[in-house]
């Protein structure tokens, strides 16, 4: 780009471009590079009659060119130029080095001739100790000559000043490091042997960090490096770099390394190795004699692999390190479709323990994978394949899999059928309501028991009905079970539904002894019934309401603040009965709260006692609530309804 500008430049002219300098901002500062690149003594002149300019990169230009100009006028005087040992050799040499970065070419390579010229060993000294020195612009003058004359033997100072810096500070060592490493041979080489073993990792990083592929021969001394943290360091920076020589290197690290940590570090090397090298490895490290090696091998492969690594996995899978075969179940879920049959094989054979942990995986990573795993075995034609994958659905409560527990229900072995009432169990879908209630007329007394049991845990109306059902169960132990769930269960649902069976006969013996093991928890679920059951069945609920709680509770609860407690009481009360139950309703008919009035006006006329008669006329006649006067008046028509009777 900058040859492109310099022939537009001399295509323009001096002349011209010395023209356009007049022209405001951009186009100014344009004319002025033009006139950089152009280079001639005119233009240069013409530049540098802008050293008072407004814009400070023109300012910058003319400058340089100002300068450029007096170069050029000594250089046409007719004396010799000045000699340039002056000075001590010190001295001498730092003047030297400060030429090496003159804007000058010609001052640069006359530089370069005579550092050349001078004794190498000299100069190598000097350089070493400017780079050491705590004047940091010595030193950087210093790293210019090592990198102008590719001083091998000061490039561990370069290291350990590099090291020390940071930023921008580091771009002189930087350089001069980079011109070391392009010169090769032993001497750089050895660069990195020479850092204090605590700092070579630091060192290798750097290294690698600063100049890349060139740090290669240096960093290849640092896989025999005594320090183990050295050698990792190195297959670390490795790791990545495609390198075929890197993939070697691990290799051997990873078949003859004394250290764990470094054969890992070999391992994660040859994890960007192509397929049958990640393979290979794959082989070999899980023969590896430490664990954390075995498991960094088979963490580090890609997932996936399918087929290709299924039977090294599967037989990871008896490691004896809990690590190792954790990392190998990570990929056996995530085999492919096809392979679904390896991992069968592998939780077939797998004990117990192991087996619960590729199912934890399987349920925490894929859980669609461990339905479809457990349907594709529930036509096994052993038994304990399908009772094994019935076991499976438990982890999964989709409708597929809670469809496939209730069609194991039917299965020809009872061992099967008791598995898929504890599977439905442990799902809870009120999906399987209808298939465990028919599974209570089982064959197998287990099947009825797990089916009972399965009942229990499931939140629906429609339970209750079976659990009745289940009452009348042939078997002791089904009738236990289930008296023992509907004990247990005590919700709404199922106090109305025992409730309703008060009403038949033949069952209410049973639900009067469930209810009364329910105890205290039954009794505010019997008040519920209570407000919206009929008249037929409240004296039994105020029989089991006064054994299970007393009288005297209800009563105490009429002077609560609660306006709800007061009426739940006086429900209570009318249905438990006694000779002072008319007394405690009389008092609801002054209660501050009208609903507790309408429901005492409402149970005095179901009692039919006449000494209600007066109290709810008077109701009727002064209570300022349309409501309350409206249950006065049909409590006292159905008073005079049973006196005519």
């Not at 049959?341 to 077939?348: H, I, T, Y």
């Not at 209630?437 to 287990?446: I, M, S, W, Y």
């Amino acid at each position: 780009e900058r040859a492109f500008l310099a022939e537009v430049a001399r295509a323009l002219g001096p002349a011209r471009l010395a023209g356009a300098t007049a022209a405001p901002d951009l186009r100014r500062l344009g004319a002025a590079r033009l006139l950089a690149e152009e280079g001639s003594r005119q233009a240069l002149e013409a530049l540098a009659a802008l050293s008072g300019d407004g814009t400070e990169a023109v300012r910058e230009l003319a400058t340089a060119a100002r300068a450029r100009v007096e170069q050029l006028e000594r250089a046409e005087r007719p004396q010799a130029p000045p000699p340039l040992e002056v000075g001590p050799e010190p001295d001498r040499l730092t003047a030297l080095a400060g030429e090496l970065a003159d804007p000058d070419a010609a001052v640069r390579q006359r530089a370069r001739q005579a550092l050349s010229a001078l004794e190498r060993g000299t100069v190598v000294e000097w350089v070493r100790t400017g780079i050491r020195s705590q004047d940091d612009d010595l030193s950087v003058l210093a790293a210019g000559v090592a990198e102008h004359l590719g001083l091998a033997e000061v490039g561990n100072e370069l290291l350990e000043r590099a090291l020390g810096v940071a930023g921008e500070a580091r771009r002189p060592y930087v350089r001069a490091l980079e011109a070391l490493m392009a010169t090769g041979g032993e001497e750089v080489s050895a660069i990195l042997g020479r850092v204090p073993p605590e700092r070579r990792p630091d060192a290798v990083r750097f290294l690698w960090d600063a100049t890349g592929g060139a740090a290669l021969p240096v960093l290849r001394s640092g896989l025999v490096d005594p320090s183990p943290e050295v050698r990792i360091a190195v297959l670390d920076v490795l790791r990545g770099t495609g390198d075929a020589e890197a993939i070697r290197a691990a290799e051997t690290a990873l078949g003859a390394d004394s250290s764990p940590a470094v054969r890992a570090a070999a391992v994660r090397v040859l994890a960007a190795a192509p397929a049958e090298q990640r393979m290979a490895c794959l082989s070999r490290s899980l023969l590896d004699p430490d664990a954390s090696v075995r498991a960094t091998a088979v963490e580090l492969l890609p997932e996936g692999l399918g087929r290709t690594a299924a039977e090294i996995l599967l037989r990871a899978l008896s490691d004896l390190d809990e690590g190792v075969r954790r990392a190998v179940l990570r990929h056996v879920a995530a085999f492919p479709e096809e392979d679904l049959p390896l991992v069968w094989q592998a939780f077939r054979s797998a004990p117990e323990e192991q087996r619960e942990q590729m199912l934890a995986v399987l349920e925490r990573t894929a859980p669609e994978r461990l339905a479809r795993l457990a349907t594709l075995n529930l036509a096994a034609a052993d038994p304990e394949d399908r009772v094994l994958a019935v076991r499976l659905l438990a982890r999964v409560a989709t409708r597929e899999a809670v469809g496939a527990a209730i069609q194991a229900l039917q299965d020809v072995s009872a061992d099967v059928r008791r598995a898929a009432a504890d599977t439905l169990g442990a799902q809870r879908s009120p999906q399987a309501v209808p298939a465990l209630g028919r599974a209570l007329a089982d064959p197998d007394v287990e099947v009825r028991l797990g089916a009972v049991r399965a009942l229990g845990v499931i939140d629906d109306e429609a339970v209750l009905g079976y659990l009745v059902t289940a009452l009348r169960d042939p078997a002791p132990p089904v009738r236990e079970t289930a008296s023992q769930v509907l004990t247990e269960w005590s919700s709404p649902a199922v106090a109305k539904r025992l409730a309703d069976v008060l009403e038949h006969p033949e069952l209410r013996g049973q639900a009067r002894d469930l209810l009364v093991k329910m105890g205290p928890s039954a009794v505010e679920l019997l008040v519920d019934v209570l407000l919206q059951a009929s008249p037929a069945v409240r004296p039994e609920v105020g029989r089991l309401l006064e054994q299970i709680a007393g009288r005297e509770r209800f009563q105490e609860r009429l002077a609560s603040i609660d306006p709800d407690q007061r009426l739940r009481s006086l429900q209570a009360l009318a249905a438990i009965g006694g000779p002072d139950t008319v007394d405690l309703l009389l008092r609801g008919l002054s209660d501050p709260d009208e609903r507790v009035r309408i429901r005492a006006a409402a149970l005095l006329g179901d009692l039919g006692d006449a000494r209600a008669v007066e109290p709810l006329r008077r109701s009727f006649l002064s209570d300022p609530v349309p409501e309350v006067v409206a249950a006065a008046e049909a409590a006292l028509a159905r008073l005079r309804d049973g006196d005519r009777g």
